[in-house]
């Protein structure tokens, strides 16, 4: 531990700490526009700049070490003049469009004009005059707005290893794009999301379909039916002020019907049903010397990703749709069946914190004969956007259930939205399939956290499994190489996109931190850990539908409904 002085008052560091981060931990405000904490920083916007006594220049307090009995100054007049300065400058050229921009009132570049008083234009440059790019099925990419910070370029090479966009160009002609300037949908873009969740403008936004959803509520001859998935219920609420974690699922479903949905069902039904296919799936590979690792495959970025730059693994994933497609597909086939609705008639709508579940909606081979399992999306920012357009106040409102027949889901299926949640559920299933028996202890602790790789073996009857979570696809490249050089002590690996899984998505709520995502997280094992069923297998509606309409787990009528395939994909193709 060193002393060093910040403000005239004497406070403790650790050796090698930046200055920011040890501002950031004394509660002392330093803003920034280009820092992620847990990357090298770049000191690229230099709002975070601070006097140092010793030193002539201002310093970037993210990308300067502390030392002992170093004397900071944060907010001194020559500081704070330079930070608004810098923000004048960004705004010089920004558009005027801050009333019509999706980010108004939620954007870092806005939020900092105010704190630092700018009042007037000082300085007038060329306006930037650039295409919006939309040809991406989640992500609109506007350049005009774009500051340069870098965020996205670095959280998408170096979290995701994807590395779709950089910096093209050089001097005042800099820009960030994709390949050769192509549109993103024919970059390696797996459509996360990422990139949104740390642009903090709104140079990056989800591709709506708020406008779709609100003409299919009002036209008469559409059924309009919705399900959330298992995530949703715990960020919501961040939306309207409420604190993070807190599971609004009652009041969520209560204003879902107030916007006009003819049904509201939980996804985190039919990831009871993901479970049941899955672990079937896993247990007959098991079995039968089917290719292993299995890879889970209910993540639609990490699919694309994976057919994108390691198609040899392709038969790996498991060949189950996600609980957003099965849902989707059992609406418009055992539903309408048993509702008597044409499946033409169904204009059917997921609510997810996925970005990247725009783009699997519109998959040609989750589409048959013209009828998509999927027919929009919704991020939960958008369907907090709808409620807010509505009027609604869902903070009193009396909470409501869920419709059946897709509205009862085990705990296991709401684990979902956490990484290694999937992994947990899909044991606890595989284990009663393989003996017969429940688990001891339903519990996974080396499969729980944040940490982007985690690995444990499992003893099941006598078969030693060995588990693998991954959540950040740069974590899965370091994993599948492993896998490609050889390695075969792996039997079954879960991955999520998103670091933290889905609860981190790219259509969460923006702007949050660690803590915010810890406390999702909390949420989600607490509702585990109080449900009165855990298990996929001992979800009772789950055993009507195969009893009424499916047969069995891999039977030919589930293959056909719920499961798919997947194809290599190239890059600029």
């Given at each position: 531990?060193?002393?060093?002085?910040?403000?005239?008052?004497?406070?403790?560091?650790?050796s090698?700490?930046?200055v920011l981060?040890?501002?950031?931990?004394?509660?002392?405000?330093?803003?920034?526009?280009?820092?992620?904490?847990?990357?090298?920083?770049?000191?690229?916007c230099?709002l975070?700049?601070?006097?140092?006594e010793?030193?002539?220049?201002?310093?970037?307090?993210?990308?300067?070490q502390?030392?002992?009995g170093?004397?900071?100054?944060?907010?001194?007049p020559?500081?704070?003049?330079?930070?608004?300065?810098?923000?004048?400058?960004?705004?010089?050229?920004?558009?005027?469009?801050?009333?019509?921009?999706?980010?108004?009132g939620?954007?870092?570049?806005?939020?900092?004009?105010?704190?630092?008083?700018?009042?007037?234009?000082?300085?007038?440059?060329?306006?930037?005059?650039y295409k919006?790019?939309?040809s991406?099925?989640?992500?609109?990419?506007?350049?005009?707005?774009?500051?340069?910070?870098?965020?996205?370029?670095?959280?998408?090479?170096?979290?995701q290893?994807?590395?779709?966009i950089?910096?093209?160009?050089?001097?005042?002609?800099?820009?960030?794009?994709?390949?050769?300037?192509?549109?993103?949908?024919?970059s390696s873009?797996?459509?996360c999301?990422q990139?949104?969740?740390?642009?903090?403008?709104?140079?990056?936004?989800?591709?709506?379909?708020?406008?779709e959803?609100?003409?299919a509520?009002?036209?008469?001859?559409?059924?309009v039916v919705?399900?959330?998935a298992?995530?949703?219920?715990?960020?919501l609420?961040?939306?309207?002020?409420?604190?993070?974690?807190?599971?609004?699922?009652?009041?969520m479903?209560?204003a879902?019907?107030?916007?006009?949905?003819?049904?509201?069902?939980?996804?985190?039904?039919?990831?009871?049903l993901?479970?049941?296919?899955?672990?079937?799936?896993?247990?007959?590979?098991?079995?039968?010397?089917g290719?292993?690792?299995?890879?889970t495959?209910?993540c639609?970025?990490?699919?694309?990703?994976?057919e994108?730059?390691?198609?040899?693994?392709?038969?790996?994933i498991?060949?189950?749709?996600?609980?957003?497609?099965?849902?989707?597909?059992?609406?418009?086939?055992?539903?309408?069946?048993?509702?008597?609705?044409?499946p033409k008639?169904?204009?059917?709508?997921a609510?997810?914190?996925c970005t990247?579940?725009?783009?699997?909606?519109?998959?040609?081979?989750?589409?048959?004969?013209?009828i998509?399992?999927?027919?929009?999306?919704l991020?939960?920012?958008?369907?907090?956007?709808?409620?807010?357009?509505?009027?609604?106040?869902?903070?009193?409102?009396?909470?409501?259930?869920n419709?059946?027949?897709?509205?009862?889901?085990?705990?296991?299926?709401?684990?979902?939205?956490v990484?290694?949640?999937?992994?947990?559920?899909?044991?606890?299933?595989?284990?009663?399939?393989?003996t017969?028996?429940?688990?001891?202890?339903?519990i996974?602790k080396?499969?729980?956290?944040?940490?982007?790789?985690?690995?444990?073996?499992v003893?099941?009857?006598?078969?030693?499994?060995?588990?693998?979570?991954?959540?950040?696809?740069?974590?899965a490249?370091?994993?599948?190489?492993?896998?490609?050089n050889?390695?075969?002590?792996?039997?079954?690996?879960?991955?999520?996109?998103?670091?933290?899984?889905?609860?981190?998505?790219?259509?969460?709520?923006?702007?949050?931190?660690?803590?915010?995502?810890?406390?999702?997280?909390?949420?989600?094992y607490?509702?585990?850990?109080?449900?009165?069923?855990?298990?996929?297998?001992?979800?009772?509606?789950?055993?009507?539908?195969?009893?009424e309409?499916?047969?069995?787990?891999?039977?030919e009528?589930?293959?056909?409904?719920?499961h798919?395939?997947y194809?290599?994909?190239?890059?600029?193709?």
């Amino acid at each position: 531990m060193i002393t060093i002085e910040v403000n005239n008052r004497k406070i403790q560091a650790n050796s090698g700490e930046s200055v920011l981060t040890v501002l950031k931990r004394e509660g002392i405000r330093v803003p920034t526009l280009c820092h992620l904490p847990d990357l090298f920083p770049t000191g690229a916007c230099r709002l975070c700049v601070v006097e140092i006594e010793g030193y002539n220049g201002l310093v970037p307090s993210c990308a300067f070490q502390v030392a002992d009995g170093m004397k900071v100054h944060t907010h001194t007049p020559r500081a704070i003049r330079a930070r608004k300065t810098i923000i004048e400058l960004l705004l010089s050229n920004h558009p005027d469009d801050c009333l019509y921009c999706v980010r108004n009132g939620d954007c870092d570049l806005q939020s900092l004009a105010e704190e630092l008083g700018v009042r007037e234009r000082r300085y007038t440059g060329e306006k930037n005059d650039y295409k919006v790019d939309t040809s991406s099925p989640s992500i609109v990419r506007d350049q005009s707005k774009c500051i340069l910070c870098g965020k996205c370029v670095r959280v998408c090479e170096k979290i995701q290893g994807v590395s779709a966009i950089d910096f093209i160009g050089r001097g005042s002609g800099t820009y960030i794009g994709p390949a050769f300037n192509e549109g993103m949908n024919i970059s390696s873009c797996i459509n996360c999301g990422q990139c949104i969740v740390v642009c903090p403008t709104g140079a990056l936004r989800e591709r709506s379909s708020i406008k779709e959803v609100l003409d299919a509520i009002n036209n008469r001859e559409k059924f309009v039916v919705v399900q959330h998935a298992p995530s949703v219920s715990v960020t919501l609420g961040e939306e309207f002020g409420i604190k993070p974690g807190n599971d609004v699922i009652g009041i969520m479903t209560a204003a879902m019907r107030r916007i006009g949905f003819d049904r509201v069902f939980d996804t985190s039904f039919s990831a009871d049903l993901t479970i049941m296919e899955e672990a079937s799936e896993l247990v007959e590979r098991l079995n039968n010397g089917g290719k292993t690792p299995m890879l889970t495959s209910c993540c639609p970025g990490w699919i694309k990703f994976i057919e994108t730059f390691y198609p040899e693994l392709i038969d790996n994933i498991s060949s189950c749709k996600s609980p957003q497609q099965m849902m989707g597909a059992l609406i418009k086939s055992y539903y309408a069946e048993r509702e008597g609705i044409d499946p033409k008639n169904i204009y059917s709508v997921a609510i997810m914190p996925c970005t990247a579940k725009k783009f699997e909606a519109d998959r040609s081979e989750l589409i048959h004969n013209g009828i998509a399992d999927i027919d929009a999306v919704l991020t939960t920012r958008e369907l907090a956007r709808i409620i807010k357009l509505r009027g609604l106040d869902i903070r009193n409102m009396e909470p409501e259930g869920n419709d059946s027949p897709f509205g009862e889901r085990s705990s296991a299926g709401k684990l979902f939205g956490v990484t290694g949640g999937v992994m947990e559920a899909a044991v606890r299933t595989a284990h009663f399939m393989i003996t017969g028996k429940e688990m001891e202890e339903y519990i996974i602790k080396d499969l729980r956290g944040l940490d982007g790789i985690k690995e444990t073996k499992v003893s099941i009857n006598g078969m030693e499994l060995g588990l693998a979570v991954v959540s950040g696809l740069g974590n899965a490249r370091k994993l599948l190489d492993q896998i490609r050089n050889g390695r075969s002590d792996i039997h079954f690996i879960e991955v999520m996109t998103c670091p933290g899984g889905c609860i981190a998505g790219g259509g969460q709520p923006l702007a949050v931190d660690k803590a915010a995502i810890k406390a999702r997280m909390k949420s989600l094992y607490d509702i585990d850990q109080e449900a009165p069923v855990r298990t996929s297998h001992s979800n009772k509606y789950i055993k009507r539908l195969y009893d009424e309409f499916l047969g069995e787990p891999l039977s030919e009528k589930s293959h056909h409904l719920l499961h798919t395939k997947y194809q290599k994909r190239d890059v600029l193709k």
